[in-house]
């Protein structure tokens, strides 16, 4: 593992982000992981993980300082959702979607919105980012939410579907049409709706392959009156916010796919290098090592390549798109073939479900297919190279 101990120490962590992250790992080690295969098998939303992660304050890293937050780098956030995906993809997951929920408050909301609701989110609230609809997924222009401004109000009909944490979730940013602008795409609006609005209901909670400790709402919304307040922006705006932000978020998909990617390498290894066949233990045939070289190279490619991102981000850049995008595509790739590949290196005892190779498969598989299936994403890259 030195290639990888190597990686992380050139990373230079100042005091404060080596200390933070020192403790992170450590939760993920002592409460996170032991508790991950029985959230896991009962379904059940990782309350004592979550819990573990509000005491150290960690939604606070990206909140800004005048509302509450300890800021750090996009860097350290990002080796934050790594690590505790590795520990547990769902608990990942759910702290990473408070993220996703809450930057577009940061970057685009005024200082009323940001003064009366970011403290909450630094003290740990949990967050819901509602874009999908049953006939608007990869293409999120088609939904059909709307939102009808009535005085101080802003009313709002139709629902969403396959919502992270929709219903835990103390706010959630909610995506939808603006009734009086005419234009498909124009008329994208964000809004933030608090738990607890009248109209606004959970629908149902998804069975699930994997992140069976995530929730995954459907929710509805009839008449559910939201202060016009809590506009995100101005009406018609969203699309471009929903765009920057998923710029943001893609990169931090992709740090969750290499959480769960590194846990099937670590798992792999160690049981090839114990186990024994015919006499000699599954590393010793070269075969097993061409593969191990293959997805080491590519897990190392992919973390490098997530440093560049951060950089890219940290530094300031406005255009990053392409770059999250081959961030996200390659760590989701990776991660699916890695825990394949672990599964397979366990024999029948990887299609066990005592060992974690078997729930880390079934959790890396839609790491392919959220924030932009990886179609989508081809379909960008390829797209940019398009001559003008
Ligand atoms: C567990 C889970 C959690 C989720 N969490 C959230 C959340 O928190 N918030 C949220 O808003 N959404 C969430 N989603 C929704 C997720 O982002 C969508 O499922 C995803 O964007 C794909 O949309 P879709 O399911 O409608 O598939 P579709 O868009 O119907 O796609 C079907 C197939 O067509 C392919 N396809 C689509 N367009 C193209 C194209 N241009 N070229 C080639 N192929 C194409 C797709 O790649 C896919 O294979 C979640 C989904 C799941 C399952």
């Given amino acids: 593992m030195k290639v990888f101990s190597q990686l992380d120490e050139r990373r230079n962590w100042g005091e404060d982000e080596r200390i933070l992250l020192d403790q992170v790992r450590r939760v993920a080690e ?38 509450g937050g300890a800021p750090m780098s ?27 929920g809450m930057k577009p408050l940061i970057d685009f909301g005024n200082e009323e919105q940001k003064q009366r609701l970011l403290p909450r989110v630094a003290r740990g609230a949990l967050a819901s980012l509602a ?3 049953s006939a608007a997924g990869s293409d999120a222009t088609a939904m059909k939410t709307r939102f009808t ?9 139709g629902s969403k579907l396959f919502i992270t944490s929709g219903d835990v979730a103390d706010l959630l940013l909610v995506f939808g049409k603006w009734s009086e602008i005419g234009d498909a795409r124009g008329a994208i609006t964000a809004l933030l709706v608090e738990k607890g609005t009248p109209g606004f209901e959970v629908s149902g909670i998804e069975k699930k392959l994997g992140h069976r400790a995530s929730s995954t709402a459907g929710l509805s919304f009839s008449g559910a009156r939201v202060p016009r307040a809590n506009v995100l922006g101005a009406p018609g705006q969203g699309l471009a916010l929903l765009l920057a932000s998923l710029n ?17 390498f670590k798992d792999m290894t160690a049981y090839m290098n114990t186990r024994a066949v015919s006499g000699r233990r599954v590393i010793d045939f070269q075969g097993n090592q061409f593969l191990l070289a293959d997805l080491a190279a590519e897990l190392a490619m992919a973390e490098a390549w997530l440093d560049h991102v951060a950089a890219l981000v940290d530094g300031g850049a406005a255009d ?18 890695m825990t394949t590949e672990a599964v397979q290196m366990h024999g029948g005892y990887g299609y066990i479900r005592d060992l974690r190779v078997e729930r880390l498969m079934r959790d890396a598989k839609i790491t392919q297919i959220w924030e932009g299936t990886n179609q989508v994403h081809r379909q960008l890259i390829g797209r940019s190279f398009i001559g003008k």
């Avoid at 508790?35 to 509000?54: H, I, K």
């Avoid at 931090?252 to 769960?260: D, F, M, P, W």
Wanted: hydrophobic share 50%.
């Fill in 320 to 337: 990053f798109g392409i770059e999250a995008s081959i961030a996200k595509l390659r760590a989701s790739d990776l991660a699916m073939r």
């Fill in 149 to 157: 401004p009535d005085g101080d109000d802003v009313v709002v009909d």
């Fill in 131 to 133: 874009i999908t609809e």
């Fill in 74 to 100: 996009y860097r350290l956030y990002l080796a934050v959702v790594q690590a505790i995906s590795e520990a547990c993809a769902s608990t990942g997951i759910i702290y990473a979607t408070n993220f996703h």
């Fill in 248 to 264: 943001r978020s893609r990169p931090s998909v992709a740090a969750h796919a290499l959480g769960i990617a590194t846990a099937a």
């Fill in 30 to 67: 002592e409460v996170i992981a032991p508790n991950a295969a029985r959230y896991d098998a009962e379904e059940v939303f990782p309350q004592d993980s979550v819990a573990a992660l509000r005491e150290l304050g960690l939604n606070a890293i990206f909140v800004p300082e005048s509302y």
